[in-house]
């Protein structure tokens, strides 16, 4: 075993420090590559799930995107890999568990985690390949950045690319212009003023050559940070990326350093606007923000304070701040944030959902107002109590993440970026246990309040307006520009450009070689376990448990049968819910159940889930559920509270129940504003299923109408609306069919079913019947208008008439479809930012989706063709060998133990066994090519009878709207 020593060198690099860090169980080490300066941080354990990262610090000067284009372009091919598009076919054939790359403010990293050694060092060399020689073609930047795209004469000249897509899909979202002009406030001409995604307007304006001269300038070995994680052997770690890249350079290069720019020493106030629907009242559709520059990322005790602080002061329902806002009627919702890893200034952001421009001045004096009472009369205790033990539980929760190692790079890396201390980034106990002495005995909090808010000059005031004209002026902007670039273009210019479109087209559409792909590392068949270890939830005592190891957390679920919930009050369900978690009760109201629930449990939310069984025998099953998770010596008191809840709920306060729903509706809004596509899948899935009906009217456009409704109208609507609160109640508050699910230790387990006699005695014993439900008819084919600049687009069909007719071949068949066949079609030649399939395996009900697409016909185009694409489907061994291992990987994928849990409580409800489940694994190894090309009489049914939804941009939808039966404006 290697003998790491201080000052030691280990293929090229020097440890420089090695602590063992108790918070995380784990040796941590910092390392120094001689030659180059490269950090190397190693977080060693017993944890298998191994994690590999290498990050570069990349500094924006302008908005149009480059880095974030740069992490899309050299996935797509290197030196060693010259493979189209490599990341694309590692994804589709390989056991990790996390595959990606992030592109922040200053810093663009590439991480991945797989529990399988030998794809751990492979993906290593591809990851460090990609990154240190991709092979930087112009069709790489055309496709992911941008390119003038005509393909005939007659065809309209148009702007493509898939980041501009995905960023005209992100710039829909009015909390990113928030944040944006926020920090451009906060730090003009700094690094952090600029967009590093990029402005969709000025990512027409890069160049091959400066994108080029970003990757030569940025990424270099010295400019770079290293992170391991896990079980592998450190001193291979080591070896793999010197022997196999660093060795290659000679010299040491330069570091990017971000540019802080001068700040500022007054408040600054923006106006700004946001895209919205025409025709529609502006009124209380303002955002207002107020950010303030309060630290940096050296300062960790200050920034673990204020992040206890911004949920004080903006997030906690018993925040006097919070109370003070929404009782002065100044907006729909009122919240905040600490930003602690944005850059090297550590931010404090709030904001106000739902307002006016004039009432800005009034929250800004009510602010300073409510700030300095609180800072001068003190924080209350349990408030204090509440949000600290909030935050430490969600801190302890992290251990247990599926992804625990990339949740410890993303500690560490800002650490290591600037400076800062890596190790301590890690450590947080000792940390906590001062800053809670501080906290609760020194006035800690309240000082910190006064110095760096109060007493702060300089902050950032943003207005952002609502704008019914600004998609249109964003989109003849657009056109003025393309139609200036064509007519300065000859006649031999624009087939010129017609040729090269038509070239571009034919590199997407032309795959991959065999002898490209053998040269990509692959795991083969053999090394597929064939029984792996599969977790069941036991059901015993009327109580669904999974003993797992969860930190000493206890995962508390109980569920509510909402069989006799009538369709008139089904939209409603799922705001009842909110309502129920929040409210209080006769003995607590609002603002003592808040800090209660928080100084005793992890939190108190809810969800519904409607269960088919495998058998077909059994009835559907929908289920509200009431969660809640806790400590073991807090289990009494989060019990305590549960029952409560369900035998004293208090729907007396009409005020706090007035802004649960205008929240509920303005956090909506923007929901299907900015992305949506949950609201067409929904649509779309309630052709095919009473379970699907159920849940579009529960969650769907048919719930967000009726509550759109409901927060125009409330005055009008209120008695009506409580009235269907307490029927809500009467119907759902019931002892019979009452679920219990827990997910933790053995011990916690049985105290729990111990006490669940209590839960169940404060439950109604007047169960209603089921209620008949007759659902209205929707339109087949729909489309729902927003102010998006893209679409989402889905269309379905049922392709099975039950699970047992559902194989581990059709598991391989869907990992082609998603990471191939849509990958190919919908994303790199359509330039949609993501195209993915939902499927029901208990129903055999399935879907396909796209994600800020800048098409509507020929996303749909692609669709109608998947049944001729698996009939002509034509897999060599190895390509088949590579999609099964994809596949198997999708089967028991890494999940926390609450999430674990909560899949093994599903299967249990839907009659799905380990046995079932292992034999589909078998199904899957053993997979042959003609089993998947024999599902295409199925995919028939995508055109039989077609079933599509499509929400987004109005203007795209009009240009197909022969498509459509109907279409509606939400």
């Not at 007519?487 to 010129?496: A, D, Y």
């Given at each position: 075993?290697?003998?790491?020593?201080?000052?030691?060198?280990?293929?090229?690099?020097?440890?420089?420090?090695?602590?063992?860090?108790?918070?995380?169980?784990?040796?941590?080490?910092?390392?120094?590559?001689?030659?180059?300066?490269?950090?190397?941080?190693?977080?060693?354990?017993?944890?298998?799930?191994?994690?590999?990262?290498?990050?570069?610090?990349?500094?924006?000067?302008?908005?149009?995107?480059?880095?974030?284009?740069?992490?899309?372009?050299?996935?797509?091919?290197?030196?060693?890999?010259?493979?189209?598009?490599?990341?694309?076919?590692?994804?589709?054939?390989?056991?990790?568990?996390?595959?990606?790359?992030?592109?922040?403010?200053?810093?663009?990293?590439?991480?991945?985690?797989?529990?399988?050694?030998?794809?751990?060092?492979?993906?290593?060399?591809?990851?460090?390949?990609?990154?240190?020689?991709?092979?930087?073609?112009?069709?790489?930047?055309?496709?992911?950045?941008w390119h003038y795209h005509k393909e005939s004469k007659d065809e309209p000249l148009q702007f493509q690319g898939v980041v501009l897509n995905e960023m005209k899909?992100?710039?829909?979202?009015?909390?990113?212009?928030?944040?944006?002009?926020?920090?451009?406030?906060?730090?003009?001409?700094?690094?952090?003023?600029?967009?590093?995604?990029?402005?969709?307007?000025?990512?027409?304006?890069?160049?091959?050559?400066?994108?080029?001269?970003?990757?030569?300038?940025?990424?270099?070995?010295?400019?770079?940070?290293?992170?391991?994680?896990?079980?592998?052997?450190?001193?291979?770690?080591?070896?793999?990326?010197?022997?196999?890249?660093?060795?290659?350079?000679?010299?040491?290069?330069?570091?990017?350093?971000?540019?802080?720019?001068?700040?500022?020493?007054?408040?600054?106030?923006?106006?700004?606007?946001?895209?919205?629907?025409?025709?529609?009242?502006?009124?209380?559709?303002?955002?207002?923000?107020?950010?303030?520059?309060?630290?940096?990322?050296?300062?960790?005790?200050?920034?673990?304070?204020?992040?206890?602080?911004?949920?004080?002061?903006?997030?906690?329902?018993?925040?006097?701040?919070?109370?003070?806002?929404?009782?002065?009627?100044?907006?729909?919702?009122?919240?905040?944030?600490?930003?602690?890893?944005?850059?090297?200034?550590?931010?404090?952001?709030?904001?106000?959902?739902?307002?006016?421009?004039?009432?800005?001045?009034?929250?800004?004096?009510?602010?300073?107002?409510?700030?300095?009472?609180?800072?001068?009369?003190?924080?209350?205790?349990?408030?204090?109590?509440?949000?600290?033990?909030?935050?430490?539980?969600?801190?302890?929760?992290?251990?247990?993440?599926?992804?625990?190692?990339?949740?410890?790079?993303?500690?560490?890396?800002?650490?290591?970026?600037?400076?800062?201390?890596?190790?301590?980034?890690?450590?947080?106990?000792?940390?906590?246990?001062?800053?809670?002495?501080?906290?609760?005995?020194?006035?800690?909090?309240?000082?910190?309040?006064?110095?760096?808010?109060?007493?702060?000059?300089?902050?950032?005031?943003?207005?952002?307006?609502?704008?019914?004209?600004?998609?249109?002026?964003?989109?003849?902007?657009?056109?003025?520009?393309?139609?200036?670039?064509?007519?300065?273009?000859?006649?031999?210019?624009?087939?010129?450009?017609?040729?090269?479109?038509?070239?571009?087209?034919?590199?997407?559409?032309?795959?991959?070689?065999?002898?490209?792909?053998?040269?990509?590392?692959?795991?083969?068949?053999?090394?597929?376990?064939?029984?792996?270890?599969?977790?069941?939830?036991?059901?015993?005592?009327?109580?669904?448990?999974?003993?797992?190891?969860?930190?000493?957390?206890?995962?508390?679920?109980?569920?509510?049968?909402?069989?006799?919930?009538?369709?008139?009050?089904?939209?409603?369900?799922?705001?009842?819910?909110?309502?129920?978690?929040?409210?209080?009760?006769?003995?607590?109201?609002?603002?003592?159940?808040?800090?209660?629930?928080?100084?005793?449990?992890?939190?108190?939310?809810?969800?519904?889930?409607?269960?088919?069984?495998?058998?077909?025998?059994?009835?559907?099953?929908?289920?509200?559920?009431?969660?809640?998770?806790?400590?073991?010596?807090?289990?009494?008191?989060?019990?305590?509270?549960?029952?409560?809840?369900?035998?004293?709920?208090?729907?007396?306060?009409?005020?706090?129940?007035?802004?649960?729903?205008?929240?509920?509706?303005?956090?909506?809004?923007?929901?299907?504003?900015?992305?949506?596509?949950?609201?067409?899948?929904?649509?779309?899935?309630?052709?095919?299923?009473?379970?699907?009906?159920?849940?579009?009217?529960?969650?769907?456009?048919?719930?967000?109408?009726?509550?759109?409704?409901?927060?125009?109208?409330?005055?009008?609507?209120?008695?009506?609306?409580?009235?269907?609160?307490?029927?809500?109640?009467?119907?759902?508050?019931?002892?019979?069919?009452?679920?219990?699910?827990?997910?933790?230790?053995?011990?916690?387990?049985?105290?729990?079913?111990?006490?669940?006699?209590?839960?169940?005695?404060?439950?109604?014993?007047?169960?209603?019947?089921?209620?008949?439900?007759?659902?209205?008819?929707?339109?087949?084919?729909?489309?729902?208008?927003?102010?998006?600049?893209?679409?989402?687009?889905?269309?379905?069909?049922?392709?099975?008439?039950?699970?047992?007719?559902?194989?581990?071949?059709?598991?391989?068949?869907?990992?082609?479809?998603?990471?191939?066949?849509?990958?190919?079609?919908?994303?790199?030649?359509?330039?949609?930012?993501?195209?993915?399939?939902?499927?029901?395996?208990?129903?055999?009900?399935?879907?396909?989706?796209?994600?800020?697409?800048?098409?509507?016909?020929?996303?749909?185009?692609?669709?109608?063709?998947?049944?001729?694409?698996?009939?002509?489907?034509?897999?060599?061994?190895?390509?088949?060998?590579?999609?099964?291992?994809?596949?198997?990987?999708?089967?028991?994928?890494?999940?926390?133990?609450?999430?674990?849990?909560?899949?093994?409580?599903?299967?249990?409800?839907?009659?799905?066994?380990?046995?079932?489940?292992?034999?589909?694994?078998?199904?899957?190894?053993?997979?042959?090519?003609?089993?998947?090309?024999?599902?295409?009489?199925?995919?028939?049914?995508?055109?039989?009878?077609?079933?599509?939804?499509?929400?987004?941009?109005?203007?795209?939808?009009?240009?197909?709207?022969?498509?459509?039966?109907?279409?509606?404006?939400?």
């Amino acid at each position: 075993m290697t003998n790491f020593t201080i000052g030691s060198v280990h293929h090229g690099f020097i440890l420089r420090r090695k602590e063992h860090v108790a918070d995380i169980s784990s040796e941590v080490y910092l390392f120094e590559h001689e030659l180059l300066g490269t950090p190397a941080l190693a977080i060693k354990n017993s944890d298998p799930n191994k994690t590999f990262c290498f990050a570069f610090q990349t500094i924006p000067q302008d908005s149009t995107g480059v880095a974030h284009i740069l992490e899309h372009a050299v996935l797509m091919g290197s030196k060693k890999y010259p493979v189209h598009d490599v990341f694309g076919e590692i994804h589709k054939g390989g056991l990790m568990t996390f595959l990606n790359a992030m592109t922040g403010a200053d810093v663009t990293w590439y991480p991945f985690a797989t529990r399988n050694l030998a794809e751990y060092f492979s993906i290593m060399d591809v990851y460090c390949d990609v990154a240190l020689n991709p092979l930087m073609q112009r069709s790489t930047f055309e496709q992911e950045g941008w390119h003038y795209h005509k393909e005939s004469k007659d065809e309209p000249l148009q702007f493509q690319g898939v980041v501009l897509n995905e960023m005209k899909g992100a710039y829909s979202d009015p909390i990113r212009a928030i944040f944006h002009n926020t920090f451009s406030g906060l730090m003009p001409e700094s690094t952090y003023a600029h967009e590093s995604g990029g402005d969709p307007a000025c990512i027409p304006d890069l160049t091959y050559e400066q994108f080029a001269e970003f990757h030569a300038k940025h990424y270099h070995p010295s400019n770079g940070m290293l992170f391991f994680y896990g079980d592998a052997d450190l001193e291979q770690e080591l070896a793999a990326v010197q022997n196999n890249f660093l060795c290659h350079y000679t010299e040491r290069g330069s570091r990017a350093a971000a540019m802080q720019g001068p700040g500022i020493k007054a408040p600054v106030f923006i106006d700004d606007s946001y895209a919205v629907q025409p025709g529609g009242s502006l009124k209380g559709k303002t955002y207002l923000a107020v950010g303030a520059s309060v630290a940096t990322i050296l300062d960790q005790e200050l920034n673990t304070a204020f992040q206890v602080i911004a949920n004080i002061l903006y997030n906690s329902d018993a925040s006097p701040l919070k109370k003070a806002v929404l009782e002065a009627g100044l907006c729909k919702d009122f919240g905040g944030m600490f930003l602690a890893d944005h850059c090297f200034q550590t931010v404090m952001l709030t904001y106000l959902v739902g307002s006016d421009a004039d009432k800005r001045d009034r929250f800004l004096a009510l602010y300073r107002e409510v700030l300095t009472r609180m800072a001068e009369q003190g924080l209350d205790r349990d408030l204090i109590l509440a949000e600290l033990n909030s935050y430490e539980f969600s801190v302890r929760e992290e251990l247990t993440a599926a992804q625990r190692g990339l949740d410890l790079i993303g500690k560490a890396l800002p650490a290591l970026q600037h400076g800062a201390d890596p190790f301590a980034a890690l450590r947080i106990e000792e940390l906590f246990a001062a800053l809670r002495v501080k906290a609760l005995e020194e006035r800690y909090f309240e000082r910190l309040i006064k110095e760096r808010l109060l007493d702060n000059p300089a902050f950032a005031a943003v207005t952002l307006r609502p704008d019914p004209d600004k998609a249109a002026r964003v989109m003849q902007e657009e056109q003025r520009r393309l139609a200036e670039y064509e007519q300065s273009l000859s006649l031999e210019q624009t087939e010129e450009l017609i040729a090269k479109t038509q070239e571009l087209m034919r590199l997407q559409q032309t795959p991959n070689s065999e002898e490209q792909l053998a040269l990509l590392p692959r795991l083969s068949r053999q090394d597929l376990e064939r029984k792996p270890k599969l977790h069941e939830a036991c059901s015993e005592d009327g109580c669904i448990s999974s003993e797992l190891e969860t930190g000493g957390i206890a995962y508390v679920q109980f569920g509510l049968d909402c069989a006799a919930v009538g369709l008139e009050l089904l939209p409603w369900l799922d705001l009842f819910g909110t309502i129920a978690t929040e409210i209080g009760t006769k003995q607590r109201d609002y603002v003592r159940f808040a800090k209660d629930i928080h100084i005793h449990t992890g939190g108190l939310s809810h969800s519904f889930t409607t269960y088919s069984h495998v058998s077909g025998a059994e009835p559907l099953r929908p289920v509200l559920w009431f969660q809640t998770k806790a400590l073991s010596a807090s289990l009494p008191k989060a019990l305590e509270l549960i029952c409560e809840v369900f035998a004293e709920l208090d729907l007396s306060n009409r005020r706090r129940i007035k802004e649960i729903v205008l929240r509920e509706f303005a956090w909506a809004e923007h929901s299907v504003q900015s992305e949506g596509w949950q609201l067409a899948a929904s649509r779309v899935f309630a052709h095919l299923s009473q379970a699907g009906l159920i849940n579009e009217h529960v969650n769907g456009a048919t719930a967000y109408l009726q509550l759109k409704e409901l927060a125009a109208n409330y005055d009008e609507l209120e008695e009506d609306f409580l009235a269907k609160l307490e029927r809500l109640r009467q119907a759902v508050f019931q002892s019979k069919g009452l679920l219990l699910a827990v997910t933790g230790s053995g011990a916690d387990i049985e105290k729990i079913k111990a006490n669940a006699g209590a839960v169940r005695g404060s439950l109604g014993k007047d169960a209603l019947p089921p209620a008949a439900l007759a659902f209205p008819a929707f339109a087949a084919r729909q489309a729902f208008v927003t102010s998006a600049d893209v679409v989402y687009n889905a269309q379905g069909c049922s392709l099975f008439d039950g699970f047992d007719q559902h194989s581990g071949s059709f598991e391989v068949l869907k990992t082609w479809l998603s990471r191939d066949y849509l990958w190919n079609t919908v994303r790199q030649q359509g330039g949609a930012y993501g195209c993915f399939v939902q499927f029901h395996p208990v129903s055999g009900n399935f879907a396909v989706i796209s994600y800020r697409d800048p098409h509507v016909a020929r996303t749909y185009a692609a669709y109608e063709a998947i049944a001729a694409a698996v009939r002509s489907l034509d897999l060599s061994r190895a390509k088949l060998d590579q999609l099964i291992i994809g596949a198997y990987g999708t089967l028991n994928p890494l999940r926390s133990p609450a999430a674990e849990g909560v899949k093994a409580r599903d299967a249990y409800l839907t009659g799905i066994t380990p046995e079932r489940r292992q034999q589909i694994v078998e199904q899957t190894i053993d997979a042959k090519a003609e089993e998947l090309s024999g599902f295409a009489p199925r995919f028939e049914q995508l055109t039989a009878k077609i079933l599509r939804a499509t929400i987004g941009s109005g203007e795209k939808i009009k240009a197909d709207s022969g498509l459509f039966d109907a279409v509606m404006e939400l």
